[in-house]
T-cell receptor, first 113, second 114 residues
Framework: DVKVTQSSRYLVKRTGEKVFLECVQD?????MFWYRQDPGLGLRLIYF???????EKGDIPEGYSVSREKKERFSLILESASTNQTSMYLC????????????FGPGTRLTVT | KQEVTQIPAALSVPEGENLVLNCSFT??????LQWFRQDPGKGLTSLLL?????REQTSGRLNASLDKSSGRSTLYIAASQPGDSATYLC?????????????FGKGTKLSVKP
């Protein structure tokens, strides 16, 4: 079974702090994704990566950066957290094979106060 | 721009009913469509994936169909149970979309009453 894990289930941070969210997958997947999910807005893609050290912006990259130093690990960084970044953050991974089926982690509920 | 719509946004049914959840998309040029389940405060669990060349996929009490030409997919749940209560999301992978990106609908929140 594919396993995607995220470093924290719940996180509370203060405005202006630098925040790191980590995601690890154990299936040697090439592609990894960060989404945020908000009521009424659904899932929106922040960044994705298709290889180590490679990244591409998604629909809402402003205020975020990412790091992929190893194939199994994809980190989302909030350089200076703001209250409008309070959200559920979901990581996913996929192997660029026949189906590109996406597998999700359990999510991190981030609150910025 | 591809858009995915799920109607209704919420649905409440008594236990034992068969039900259908709907998903529509605006551009028929898709690689595949995936149905997910999400429990409150949790991540997404993949239920079924239908390739563009397929018409349906089945897993247990779940059956998903795809009509690419009309831009529609349905998720059929047979003999619903309270444990089926969750939000169901559909997502399409656009043809030519980069590296497996998905476009999501906003989901249908299902409540199955005992």
């Amino acid at each position: 079974d594919v396993k995607v894990t995220q470093s924290s289930r719940y996180l509370v941070k203060r405005t202006g702090e630098k925040v790191f969210l980590e995601c690890v997958q154990d299936m040697d997947h090439e592609n990894m994704f960060w989404y945020r999910q908000d009521p009424g807005l659904g899932l929106r893609l922040i960044y994705f990566s298709y290889d180590v050290k490679m990244k591409e912006k998604g629909d809402i990259p402003e205020g975020y950066s990412v790091s992929r130093e190893k194939k199994e690990r994809f980190s989302l960084i909030l350089e200076s957290a703001s209250t409008n970044q309070t959200s559920m953050y979901l990581c996913a991974s996929t192997y660029p094979g026949q189906t590109y089926e996406q597998y999700f982690g359990p999510g991190t509920r981030l609150t910025v106060t | 721009k591809q858009e995915v719509t799920q109607i209704p946004a919420a649905l409440s049914v008594p236990e034992g009913e068969n039900l259908v959840l709907n998903c529509s998309f605006t551009d028929s040029a898709i690689y595949n469509l995936q149905w997910f389940r999400q429990d409150p405060g949790k991540g997404l669990t993949s239920l079924l994936l239908i390739q563009s060349s397929q018409r349906e996929q089945t897993s247990g009490r779940l059956n998903a169909s795809l009509d690419k030409s009309s831009g529609r997919s349905t998720l059929y749940i047979a003999a619903s149970q309270p444990g089926d209560s969750a939000t169901y999301l559909c997502a399409v992978r656009p043809w030519g979309g980069s590296q497996g990106n998905l476009i999501f609908g906003k989901g249908t929140k299902l409540s199955v009453k005992p």
